[in-house]
């Protein structure tokens, strides 16, 4: 932190050193070092980086640090804005899901609103949240935020429209979502596959509740498992396992990292000095 306070005296050139800072905090695991110097006003403008945000709400939820990481997001929205917080915004929902209130479904919801004109919700975050208006018998509001999404059958989509049309009682909505994975003989397709614990729930109800589609849905059931279209994980588990890369991303930074070996030797030899002379 030297060279934070230092940094009028001394010039350094335009590198930031906050986002290695906070993912030193990372690696450390030390989340409550992480948000004390995120929060601390003498570095107020040190940590105002995208990356740095990201990672420090990575390492709260690492800890369950839930009520922390709005605290963090609304800090961050108020001065930076939407389009600062972007894709990120999956972060806020997944803490939400994981609490599974009342309050945090609000807050999520209402963040929802205010950011639907401004970014674009991805299918992860469509998930989250539509999952926990389902916990909290709001499958109507579930659908429509299902219905924003540009993969509409996908995994997660029909898994989660079937939970939704179950809960709603609607049952006629499920067969084809169920249909269109069975009956489907082209082998030149790949069949759709649903998550084990919704074809699971789905069963129980059909077979203890008054259903007029009873025999259609558990034949349709019992084809899902004829045909192993199950998968050995459940929706939350799939929800919540860690982001991958998308392969244009990794392109470009690759691409990036040809650029920085061309970088011209004398500036980082420059740099390097001006390191030295501080330290």
């Known amino acids: 932190m030297m060279y934070v306070q230092s940094k009028e005296e001394r010039r350094f050139g335009s590198y930031a050193f906050s986002p290695v800072v906070m993912r030193m905090y990372y690696y450390l695991n030390q989340p409550q070092m992480a948000l004390a110097m995120f929060e601390n006003p ?12 990201r990672v420090l709400m990575c390492l709260l939820f690492k800890h369950n640090m839930y009520k922390e990481m709005r ?12 389009e600062f917080i972007g894709g990120n915004i999956v972060l806020i929902y997944a803490a939400c899901l994981k609490e599974n209130t009342p309050e945090t479904l609000e807050y999520a919801l209402n963040y929802w609103k205010e950011l639907y004109n401004v970014i674009k919700h991805g299918q992860r975050s469509c998930s989250l949240l539509s999952l926990l208006a389902i916990k ?12 924003i999404s540009n993969r ?5 989509v029909r898994c989660l429209k079937i939970l939704a049309y179950m809960h709603m009682q609607r049952y006629m909505q499920i067969i084809p979502l169920l249909k269109s994975s069975v009956e489907n003989n082209n082998i030149n397709y790949r069949r759709p596959h649903f998550f084990a614990d919704v074809i699971y729930e789905l069963e129980e109800k059909v077979s203890t509740e008054d259903v007029m589609e009873r025999n259609d849905l558990l ?3 019992g084809e899902v498992k004829k045909h192993s279209l199950e998968t050995n994980h459940t ?27 061309s970088v011209n030797s004398e500036d980082i030899k420059k740099t390097r000095v001006e390191l030295q002379n501080f330290l």
């Open 152 to 156: 509409q059958t996908s995994m997660l």
């Open 136 to 147: 909290h018998n709001k499958s109507r509001t579930a659908l429509e935020i299902l219905s």
């Open 219 to 221: 034949h349709l059931i």
């Open 42 to 53: 003498i570095f107020a403008d040190e940590f105002q980086f995208r990356s740095c945000y």
């Open 71 to 82: 605290s963090v997001h609304d800090k961050m929205y108020k001065t930076q804005g939407a």
């Open 235 to 261: 929706l939350e588990e799939f929800l919540f396992r860690p982001m991958a890369l998308k392969p244009e991303v990794l392109k470009s930074s690759k691409s990036s990292n040809r650029n920085l070996r």
